[in-house]
């Protein structure tokens, strides 16, 4: 949940956290599964662990804010892959059905939709874990009930028809958490002035500047932005790379002699938070130059680069995507339906709509 | 709950809790409001509770049995009216205010709003309630934090937008406790087959049989359907009656002559539940015959007297009914607007809508 | 809790909701020994089902008020065995292994510990059932915990030392269980007054009268008290007995002639609970006859009868018996030694002492 | 908590939460003790909220390991009162009320037990909240309903007699929770590892090495240890030190060319936690000798190094201190009696007496 605490304080938890509740969770489906005579071998089994344990080991310390400056075009993703790829070999193949799965290239359809789709145990996870740090109660779903109603046919997951109000619930449950939590404004705003922070330590270290900072950390104000492939220097000072070093290389930044940089981490350090304005339609060149004016004036920066302090973009909640692969039930028949068939009059027919929000974010006063 | 802890063991509470849950949530409710500046005098507020703690004062044991049987014509609201036009008379008028507020004829309106309309006290209370005893978890709404955000406008109630996603999150909780709880199959089927045991009886009465059972129920087992109004006795021995009344004499009719009142009996006492087809349209004459036929036969039951092993009936879930007061929403500089608003692109307008289904209701096997 | 939902309103659980949390703790405790390697057979295994789930099946509606009045002599253990080898009987046989645990004689004697120890399933489902349920958050303990520190050497059954924070947090939810619900002033008084009232209506159906009140209880009310075993007719009666049984005919009793059952049944269903005096030493015959005398002046009652309204006793609070078998640790090297092992420090040693109370019972005020 | 989530990874709670916890536990005991007719000013209000908001501002990053190496002889209750005396210069005098208050000589006595006593608030929310992060449920405790039978007599607090269980199993929660969380095992050896790594950091500073770190660990590094008050430099550089530093030094520290910093990092940084093992009496000397030259042997340390290796000492827990001002019991009459007293049969007189065991704490394997 990046910077998150800095507006639910109890939002404290961390990525290991997931990593552990999702393979208990894993843990739980396969026992179910298996006891309702679907096969998975010891080897699968194994493979569904190892993949959900790693599923983000490619998310980087504060990631959005990360993959959005000085590890650009590293996507979680791949790196996630690549680390796999890594230890598959430490370990002599050993990982490569989880491999396989995570790839979503494993002749068992299922297992690759536990790990990775509309319904899957992440979501089921994290949604319940965040609802719970967060305090907001609109997010707490019922994930063991999900997975007892899980099952598999055509080597596809199913859900029982039964479960059907569970799955409704579980989507709006996504869909509050979204609104309420991941695009909180507070937190966006936290996470895009740890973003301009990390941007101008770049843009500094690019014009020769020496900043302080570990050794993982320089390594990625150095490199170059459009690299063609992760090389093994780079996955390897990515490891080495953690929450601690981009908040005590902020924290010397607030003396850096340059006032952009010193600035912004200052703000970040204080809790200054930026202020977002959303708009149902985009902020026009206008008003973003108008704010940028007063911001140079009040803030006594230079024109040039008040566009570090003042950003446009836009956010998006999708909560049912009608184009990736659809969640799916079936009845006591076996008869199988998608969750979006009409006759159920459900309201995911309602969410299958992206909701688009614009927002304008700038300092609220000097900090 | 009616009979649902045959289905739900847990859900083994009583109105009485419900009354005292109502109160709990009524005086949060006031001291929010006051906190808000909204006026409430001291005559309001007592009010205010005696109208919450009595708004259901008016159902009988298992109610809706009872309604469709003994005490047909008599409305549990008309009823809860005249209980406390009585208790007004003993008290010296002291129930004025609470009578008022219950008529929905008090000049502040949002004090009739938080006894009854589509946001009130009552449905935050028993929703949270039979989620908690039920153990289901999507009816499981946040009580106190719709709470928190009521406000009152020209004296009419509203909600802050910033709780949006609670009310959303209420409605499809109720949305969720009416399939999953209160037309729960195995529930309702219980529901008729008391009303059933209550119907023989009553005919029974009509034609001369003394059965064993209490005064209060022998009363109405005696009284004639289409009453005009509810007379002092009807009132008195209705609040006579209670759950141990019908249950005992259920229990003692088990051993009675007629064959028709004991099988039915004993199938309670037994839970020998009936048997409940759902279907989206209404179930054919000819269905109904043919069923009938087959209990006949094997039940040894007179073709004449099928009719009350089987049953058809219709089942309707209507979660927001646009025909009644809209819930209303406040913005930060007071503009109100209705919660069916399209600009909130809310799931509520898929909810408007009523479900219906059809049920045909039979016994599984003799019992 | 007989008549605790008098005091706590919401413990309005049943024996039957205790049943089936033994048997759902009763198979945690199964798969978590079988997991550490205990052998337990598949007969064994339903044997162990079996008996918890009946071995509270003796117990009548308010059990202890019943024991001290109509049903005098006839003890609910013995009950229960009757009732299993009854149904051993219909079964051909297929209960004879929970029989064996229940009285036990069974060889494997962890077996019969489960069911009955100083730390059985039975303490562990009722201690948290009734914390719940009564609110009282001191006998909240974690029955799962325990259970997975469960082991067994030697055939019998063992705790592992690390759960010794567990065992003792077991004791003394137990302890602060009896003082704040099982012993409750006025939840004690009101079983009192129950008692009182079946006393008066035995003594009058032995005087010749004829009370309402349905077959079952006829028959007990007309039984001796001094029964040298329990007959066919006995247990046939006692089964088809329950709290509506008992209910009903307070309702009834409270229009009877007779001054002592009806104001006694009156109490009762206006819930005009009887007052406890609680004292160190037992009150003397002074001042119950004080008491007795003030009594019949204000209630216009028989001296002869005052016997009925005004009680002595003893209320006594044992956490841990000394005399019986002691809970015993293990640690890692398989050592075993007592929990009262002076070498551990524990609080243990200090509830191993009876605390006794001692009341005066007898009405408030006319009701 | 320190390291305590390198053993219970949930306890990631951090002292803010503590100190925000507290604040909404104090402000329930302020309007609970005003409605009990308790005078409580404005002006004691303020500094109530103050003095618990601030009691433990002097606790530095992983508390018991600074104090024990670099910043040993500030003791952080000194700290606390330095801080809120420079705040206080800040604010007008703002917080002399709060001083007062923390000092222990407000003539209201009451309000400095709140803060800080055998049953305070801090106390209250450290045990509840430690007990819900870490999930040990034996530490579990309703400080609300402690709260609720706070009273006030002669300007000391009581508890009312009814509430002598939730102090019983308030006492005994902290009783468990030293055992099970406090003294974990693991968690205080994570402990002596960190406090070794910074005695041997300030060790080499001070045989002249310049170590990475920033400016405010460099300056603690440096310092002398037996500083006869705290500076003005002390304060402001305290103030700049947090859990960040410590842990990007240490991840630093991994590399350094001494063999006894760059183990001891990196054995905390991967988690090779030392061993701890118990006894009830002192290691021997001999036995401390023999340890540190298997260690010297293994790891290949030199003997007269192995002292930061193999570390003795002292765990002590004493639940109820009848050294300190008691806790006090009023009953229904006012009678004011301590919660010692023999006539109440508590378990309390078991848990004053200390208990206490003893360690040796060695690294398990080459890291």
């Known amino acids: 949940m990046g910077l998150s605490s800095l507006v639910f ?16 969770l894993m843990q739980k489906a396969v026992r179910l599964l298996r006891f309702k005579q679907v096969e998975i071998s010891k080897a699968e089994e194994q493979g569904l662990y190892i993949a959900i344990l790693l599923h983000d080991i490619g998310h980087g310390p504060f990631s959005h804010a990360l993959e959005a400056s000085i590890v650009q075009g590293m996507h979680h993703e791949t790196l996630s892959l690549q ?8 370990f002599d193949g050993k990982l490569a059905e989880a491999i396989l799965i995570f790839k979503k290239q494993h002749p068992k359809k299922f297992l690759c939709e536990l790990v990775s789709s509309q319904l899957d145990i992440d979501r089921m996870d994290y949604l319940k874990r965040d ?27 199913v859900i029982e028809e039964k479960g059907i109000y569970s799955v409704e619930k579980f989507l709006m449950a996504r869909r509050f958490m979204y609104w309420q939590a991941y695009l909180h404004k507070a937190g966006v705003g936290a996470e895009i002035l740890l973003t ?25 104000l ?9 090389s093994t220097a780079d996955l390897r000072h990515f490891a080495a790379l953690d929450d601690i070093d981009i908040l005590a290389a902020t924290k010397e930044w607030q003396n850096h002699p340059d006032a952009v940089l010193s600035k912004l981490s200052k703000a970040l350090i204080d809790r200054k ?21 007063k911001v140079a004036e009040k803030w006594a920066i230079d024109d040039a680069l008040t566009h570090y302090f003042v950003v ?30 009409p006759f159920d009059k459900l309201i995911v027919n309602s969410l299958t709509e992206p909701v688009d929000k614009y927002y304008l974010c700038f300092p609220k006063k000097q900090p």
Request: aromatic share 8%; net charge positive; with cysteine.
């Open 131 to 157: 609802s719970f740090y967060t305090g907001i109660a609109e997010g707490n779903i019922n994930s063991e009930r999900i997975i007892s109603m899980l099952n598999v046919i055509d080597n596809e997951l």
């Open 222 to 230: 150095k490199s170059q932005q459009d690299r063609q492939r992760i």
């Open 83 to 90: 680390f796999m790829e890594t230890l598959n070999a430490d």
């Open 9 to 24: 304080p109890g939002a404290h938890h961390t990525r290991f956290h997931h990593a552990l509740g999702c393979l208990y």
């Open 312 to 341: 446009t973009g836009q956010l998006t909640n999708l909560t049912y995507d009608n184009r990736e692969a659809h969640i799916r039930l079936v009845d006591k028949k076996g008869a199988v339906r998608l969750l979006t068939n």
């Open 273 to 293: 938070l930026f202020k977002m304005k959303l708009s149902d339609s985009p902020f026009s060149e206008a008003k973003l130059l108008e704010t940028r004016n």
């Open 196 to 220: 301009q922070i990390l941007k101008r330590a770049k843009d500094l270290t690019h014009l020769g500047e020496v900043l302080p900072g570990n050794k993982a950390l320089i390594y990625f």
